[in-house]
C-alpha cells in the first residue's frame, strides 16, 4: 500500500529459478593446509589458504572480522593446546575409509527443524520435490505454529523431509556418493528413499496414513500393544496406555530391572549408557523408581515400536515395508535387524525393518558392524544431531568422524557448513566452490534492465501550515450558571487578544476558598462520572489500536508461513509474470 506521494522503483521480471533467502550473512570456508602443524600455523599467519595437507585446518566464518576472531582462537588451540571452538577444525592427518550417511529418527523431530537451510536453498528444495511431492503437507507441523503435533506421523514425516533435504545437499552440493547407509529406527526406511532403493515416498506416505496400523493399532488407542497385555494378564489392559522413556544408564543395569516385567521392554539402545523403554505406563513408572529418577526422562513420541507388541500387527506391518526395490551399485545397506549389511532386495528389506520393529533396536552392534567393515565417516542426516554423539561414544578413541547436519538450537545454513568443513579438514573430497555457490557466498547484486515502472512508496515530507501573525480579537465569553451554586464576583468584560507570540498566563492572587456547599456535592459527582466515562473511552480506544497491532502481527505470520509453502511446491519450473498496463493505485 502507498503512504502518500512518495515513489519507489519496483522492478517485476519472469520467474526463474528459486531465489534464496537468507536470514544471516552466508559463511565460507577457509581452508588452510601444510605438511604438519607449524607448516598450518605459517599458511594461517600469512593468509595463505589451499594446500595439499596431510594437516589441514579449516575456519567458518560470515564476515572478516568472524574470520580473524576464528584465526586467533585457531592459533591459540595449535599453539598452547586451547578447546577448539565452534567453526574452527583441525586435523593432523586425513582419514581413510569408508563414508556411511546416517538417518535419524522421527523421536528426534522439533518444531521449526530446517526452516532457515529450506528457505537458503531452494534449489535443493525444488529439486527434491521432483521425488517428494507431498513434502508441503509432511511439513505442516514443522512450519507451522502449533508446538506439540497432532499425530506421531507428523514428526515422522517432518523429519523424513530434513533428511531427505540433507541427502540432497550431500548429493548435489558436496558432491559425494557414500558407500554405506545406516538407518536409525524410521532412518532405515529414510535411507533407502534417500539412496533411491525405494521411489515411491508419496505412495508410502499416504499408504501409513490410511492403514489401521497408524490409525489406532501402535497409536491413539494402541489396541495393538493392549490385546498383548490381556494375553500376558496385566490388569485393566483394555485402559492400559503407552508409555517411553529415554534412560540415562547401563545397558545390564536396565535389563536388570526390566526383569519380572512382561509389559514393558528394552526398545532401544543408543550408546552403552543411554537406553530408551517403552510399554504399559504403571510398569514403566516401576522401572523407573527402580532405576532412580534421576536418570530418566519422557519422550514426546507416542508411538509402539522396537518391542514384541509389534508382532500383533506383524503383517500389516510387513506388507508396508515390502516396496518396488531398485539395487543401487557400490551401496551397503545396514539395519538394527540384519547382523550383517545387505543389499536392496523387497524380502530381504521388509524382513530386515520388521525384525527391527519387533525387537530391540541395538544401534551400537550396528556401528561396531559398520566400523569393522571400514567405515570411519559417518555423516548424520536428519534433525538434531542425536546418533552422531552416540556414535562416538560407541567408538571411543577409535580413528573416526561423526558428524551432524543439525544440531538443534543452530542455524542450518551454519551448521551445514560446519559439516563441510569438519569434512574438509578430515581430507573427504567435498567441493568447497559448489559450496559456496549453494550459499550465495559470492553473489553480485543483479543488475537492472529492461522498462521500469514507478509508484508512490512512502509518504511525503510533512510541512505545518504556516502560523497567522496577525491579531485576532475574540468577543467576550458568554456570562455561565455559577458552578458552586453561588454568585460569583462579577467582573468588567474587555476584548482579548490573540497573537502569534508564547502566552503569558496571568496567575490570579490566591484568596481564601470557603468549605463547598451542599450543592456543590451532586455536581461534583456529575463531573467525576463524566471523567470515568472519558477514561473509559479511552482505554477501549487503546484496546481497538493493541487489537490491530495483534492483526498486522497475524498477517505478517501467516505471510511468511505462505511464502515458505510456496518454496515447497517450487518444481522448479520457469514461470512468467504478466504486468498490466494500468495504473497502479494507492489502497
Known sequence: RSLGNGEATVRLSGGGDPTPLGLEAPPRLYVYGGADR?????????????????????????????????????????????????????RSAP????????????????????????????????????????MAGATRWSFGETAEPEHPLDQLWASAFLCQLHAELVRDVFGLRPDATIGYSSGESNALFASGAWRDLDAMIRECWESP???????????????????????????AEWRTWSVAAPVAAVREALEGEVSVHLTIINAPDDCVIGGEALACERVIEGLGRARAMPLGYAMAAHCPEIGEIVEAWYGIHRRETFVVPGVRHYSAGSATAFTAEPDVIAKAI??????????????????????????????????????KKILGEREHLAVPMDVSGRSGVRQLANAAAAL??????????ALHRALGVDAQPKKASGATMKVPAHAPAIRLPAFETGVQVMAPAPKLVPVLGEEMPAVAAAPVAVVA???????????????????????TNDIVAR??????????????????QATAHSRFLSLQQNMLAGLLRARGGVGTVAVASSPVRSL
Open 501 to 523: 507570540a508564547p502566552a503569558v498566563v496571568m496567575v490570579p492572587e490566591p484568596r481564601p476558598v470557603a468549605a463547598a456547599p451542599a450543592a456543590m456535592v451532586g455536581a
Open 354 to 391: 520388521t525384525a527391527q520393529a519387533v525387537d530391540t533396536l541395538d544401534f551400537p552392534r550396528m556401528i561396531e558392524r559398520a566400523w569393522a567393515d571400514g567405515v570411519r565417516v559417518f555423516i548424520e542426516h536428519g534433525p538434531r544431531g542425536l546418533c552422531s554423539g552416540w556414535i
Open 38 to 90: 607449524a607448516a598450518v600455523l605459517k599458511a594461517l599467519s600469512e593468509g595463505v589458504e589451499g594446500g595439499a595437507g596431510p594437516s589441514r585446518l579449516v575456519l567458518v566464518a560470515a564476515s572478516e572480522g568472524e574470520r580473524f576472531a576464528r584465526a586467533q582462537q585457531a592459533k591459540c588451540h595449535l599453539e598452547g593446546g586451547a578447546p577448539m571452538p565452534d567453526g574452527v577444525v583441525y
Open 531 to 548: 471523567a470515568m466515562a472519558e477514561q473509559g473511552r479511552i482505554a477501549a480506544i487503546h484496546r481497538g489500536y493493541l487489537e490491530a
Open 95 to 134: 582419514l581413510k575409509g569408508d563414508t556411511a550417511a546416517v538417518f535419524t529418527g522421527a523421536a528426534a523431530s522439533y518444531l521449526g527443524m530446517g526452516r532457515e537451510l529450506a528457505l537458503a536453498m531452494p534449489g535443493a528444495v525444488a529439486k527434491l520435490g521432483q521425488r517428494f511431492g507431498s
Open 424 to 433: 574438509v579438514a578430515a581430507g573427504v573430497s567435498v567441493d568447497v566452490e
Open 213 to 239: 496400523v497408524f490409525k489406532d493399532e501402535i497409536v491413539g488407542e494402541q489396541k495393538a500393544a493392549r490385546r498383548l497385555w490381556a494375553k500376558r494378564g496385566v490388569a485393566d489392559a483394555d485402559r
